[in-house]
């Protein structure tokens, strides 16, 4: 475990390079958090960690479509990212939790999908692990072992899935798909200057925090 004062030094460098404007009290929540943390990050890879800790407890609408993102709990390891997409009966469905997680390889990307009782659906905890250490903006999470041999059969094609979450504090956050065999197969953008009332618990962490298997 890193020590709190090699956080300090980390956290203010990340903070005069980006030119963030953080309060006392969210620099220190960040550094605490970041300073109980079990695994030791590349300089690249605590800084995106770091920008996605900013925004703790603050939710983001999609540029063009009706979803929210809320960056809903945050833990020394792991990072629980609902998103929220409004249906076109104008009913909201909160089946989805990105959850990162810091490993001793680097960061974990699952996509948590549940039914509004709670129940796990059967695509499921699918996502990856970072293959290479990428940048301060930029992680990028190739399908792992689970994705290809499991939710390939569910999903044709999933095995070639790679997975891209993109930062820009203080403007904009990016997640993205591609495949091997085509680029650009989804992309969604969310506003970061104009955060939004937070939504509702996503479905089956109304009063309870289900574990995730390392699957």
Known sequence: MRTPTSVVRTLSVLLVASGMAWTTAQAGAQQELMAESQHELPAEQD???????????????????????????????????????????????????????????????????????GSEEDVTQYGGDTDEVGTADTQTFPADEFTREVIDELVRGARNNIWRMEITPGEDFSYRLTRSTFDNALRWAFDLTNPVEPPPAPWGYEDTEPTHPDR
């Open 47 to 117: 800084a995106f960690w770091a920008s996605v800790l900013e925004l703790c407890g603050q939710a983001f609408e999609r540029v063009d479509a009706a979803y929210v993102m809320h960056v809903r709990q945050c833990y020394p390891d792991e990072i629980r990212i609902p998103v929220h997409v409004q249906e076109d009966d104008g009913e909201w469905n909160r089946s989805r939790t990105w959850i990162l997680t810091r490993t001793d390889d680097g960061i974990r990307l699952k996509h948590d999908h549940r039914y509004p009782d």
